[in-house]
């Protein structure tokens, strides 16, 4: 069904259409964390007042490659396609683009967490030229496309009513945009949480190499939801640490007041 058809219109306004489009925007968001985080700290590295505009640009992307992908399902389909075999091993256009993406992912965040080790953080470098910006975008717009995919394909699979993809998408996509500032503000401001996140991705491009070695398929496991919880379970103990650090501080605050009067 096209977008324009008045049946996928109508499949929309039932019930099963409308917690279908819950789910899916739901699952959309979630599936968006890894995408939000490394624009997040991509954009991060830029002058303060070019962040917003990289977060802007990056995840206007994203919404255009996953509704272009969207238009084009037949097409992601025979992605699964193997297109050669090494042994019995049959590579897909899909697995290649995972692994592609997964190895970026992976080996740009390694380098990004020795540079915090073996750097000191002063923020946001002010010098970054239009040529730092331009490489920032292209960053973002290559992991958009791995991220797009993943998308797409959890999409298809929940449901066939193309409005009710492209809908989720762009819900999901509004809702990252309008909380993106306060996620990467909070990432960027709290160091131990920025380098959770920056592990959080180096995770996640394991994955992406994984599942295009076919690893979940083989085995029957899905890697991501180990993934999610182990970062929920980190950042709520990470953000419990915060929650004490400020606590304390307030109070030996208060009683250095106290001692004064």
Wanted: cysteine-free; glycine content about 6%.
């Amino acid at each position: 069904m096209g977008f324009f058809d008045p049946t996928a219109w109508a499949g929309l306004f039932t019930v099963e259409g409308l917690i279908t489009l819950l789910s899916l925007s739901v699952l959309e968001i979630v599936l968006g964390i890894d995408n939000i985080i490394f624009i997040s700290i991509v954009a991060g590295k830029l002058p303060k007042h070019a962040q917003k505009r990289a977060r802007m640009i990056g995840l206007s992307l994203a919404l255009i490659f996953r509704i272009m992908l969207l238009s084009v399902i037949s097409w992601i389909a025979g992605l699964k396609e193997p297109l050669f075999f090494i042994g019995d091993f049959g590579a897909s256009g899909r697995d290649i683009i995972l692994f592609a993406g997964g190895t970026f992912l992976t080996i740009k965040t390694i380098m990004e967490i020795v540079e915090k080790i073996t750097h000191d953080d002063h923020g946001s470098d002010s010098s970054v030229t239009g040529l730092g910006f331009t490489r920032a975008i292209v960053q973002i717009v290559l992991l958009d496309i791995v991220f797009s995919f993943d998308s797409i394909l959890t999409a298809v699979a929940i449901s066939s009513n193309l409005v009710i993809m492209i809908l989720a998408v762009v819900i999901a996509i509004i809702i990252m945009i309008a909380f993106s500032g306060v996620v990467s503000d909070f990432i960027n401001k709290y160091q131990t949480i920025k380098m959770l996140a920056l592990v959080f991705l180096v995770a996640i491009g394991l994955v992406l190499i994984l599942e295009s070695l076919h690893f979940e398929e083989n085995f029957h496991v899905n890697l991501k939801n180990y993934v999610y919880v182990a970062m929920g379970f980190s950042l709520t103990v990470e953000t419990l640490n915060l929650l004490r650090t400020r606590a304390s501080q307030n109070r030996t605050r208060k009683a250095h007041l106290a001692e004064k009067h």
